[in-house]
């Protein structure tokens, strides 16, 4: 019985944005827009987007720390407040979540996801912790008699903790964001978006420990 050849070629559509690639669960079928399937240079933007708001948030303390020093040379009317022993404290929760942030975002580099989530939570604490401080110590100055228009460095005492502790709000945001979602989405791999979205959020919480660092230094050791 013979073959017949019509020479005809298969019909293929091009442009359909789909293919199948082996997923997580076996089933060989994965979206073309799946996250997992994203290059990693794609995935970088999320730490380049980091990286330059970052230098934005320096380059306005920056300004502010140039304002302090100048104004703290040649005021005689400027008055040194005593530091609150309380942000002792504050300056030890942020050291520690800024570890407890590393071990988290490592957790998940190892696809270890329970212990990424359980890190977070600890950190998100921690962070609390650090702003709860910062209450008291505003409190403790506020019962001395000392407030924002009391002399100039009480000003800029409350002015740069503020505006630090705004920021480090933020990161809190990002940390609730994280770990809601370590919550609900299960994987089985950690994909190039998630790790750069967490390896973003641990760059702005080193940043924000350094920045701490640096005002805690620059209020009541530089004079």
């Given at each position: 019985?013979?073959?017949?050849?019509?020479?005809?070629?298969?019909?293929?559509?091009?442009?359909?944005?789909?293919?199948t690639?082996?997923?997580?669960?076996?089933?060989?079928?994965?979206?073309?827009?799946?996250?997992?399937l994203?290059?990693?240079?794609?995935?970088n933007?999320?730490?380049?987007?980091?990286?330059?708001?970052?230098?934005?948030?320096?380059?306005?303390?920056?300004?502010?720390?140039?304002?302090?020093?100048?104004?703290?040379?040649?005021?005689?009317?400027?008055?040194?407040?005593?530091?609150?022993?309380?942000?002792?404290?504050?300056?030890?929760l942020?050291?520690?979540?800024?570890?407890?942030?590393?071990?988290?975002?490592?957790?998940?580099?190892?696809?270890?996801?329970?212990?990424?989530?359980?890190?977070?939570?600890?950190?998100?604490?921690?962070?609390i912790?650090?702003?709860?401080?910062?209450?008291?110590?505003?409190?403790?100055?506020?019962?001395?008699g000392?407030?924002?228009?009391?002399?100039p460095?009480?000003?800029?005492?409350?002015?740069l903790?503020a505006?630090?502790?705004?920021?480090?709000?933020?990161?809190?945001?990002?940390?609730?964001f994280?770990?809601?979602?370590s919550?609900?989405?299960?994987?089985?791999?950690?994909?190039?978006?998630?790790?750069?979205?967490?390896?973003?959020?641990?760059?702005?919480?080193?940043?924000?420990?350094?920045?701490?660092?640096?005002?805690?230094?620059?209020?009541f050791?530089?004079?």
């Amino acid at each position: 019985m013979a073959t017949m050849v019509t020479g005809t070629k298969p019909v293929t559509k091009k442009g359909t944005g789909s293919s199948t690639f082996p997923g997580p669960n076996g089933n060989g079928k994965r979206r073309n827009g799946d996250e997992f399937l994203e290059p990693d240079y794609r995935a970088n933007r999320y730490r380049i987007g980091m990286w330059v708001a970052l230098a934005s948030i320096a380059m306005m303390f920056t300004a502010l720390s140039s304002a302090y020093i100048v104004r703290a040379g040649g005021a005689p009317d400027w008055v040194s407040i005593a530091m609150p022993r309380v942000l002792l404290l504050s300056t030890a929760l942020i050291l520690i979540s800024s570890i407890t942030m590393e071990v988290s975002r490592r957790n998940l580099k190892s696809s270890s996801f329970s212990g990424y989530g359980r890190w977070l939570l600890v950190t998100m604490l921690l962070g609390i912790g650090f702003l709860v401080s910062q209450l008291v110590a505003w409190r403790q100055l506020a019962r001395q008699g000392v407030y924002v228009a009391t002399n100039p460095h009480s000003s800029f005492f409350y002015l740069l903790t503020a505006a630090h502790a705004v920021h480090l709000i933020g990161g809190l945001l990002a940390l609730i964001f994280l770990w809601i979602r370590s919550r609900l989405v299960k994987q089985v791999a950690v994909s190039p978006r998630r790790q750069a979205t967490a390896d973003a959020v641990t760059i702005y919480w080193h940043f924000m420990d350094a920045l701490w660092i640096y005002l805690f230094l620059l209020l009541f050791l530089w004079r």
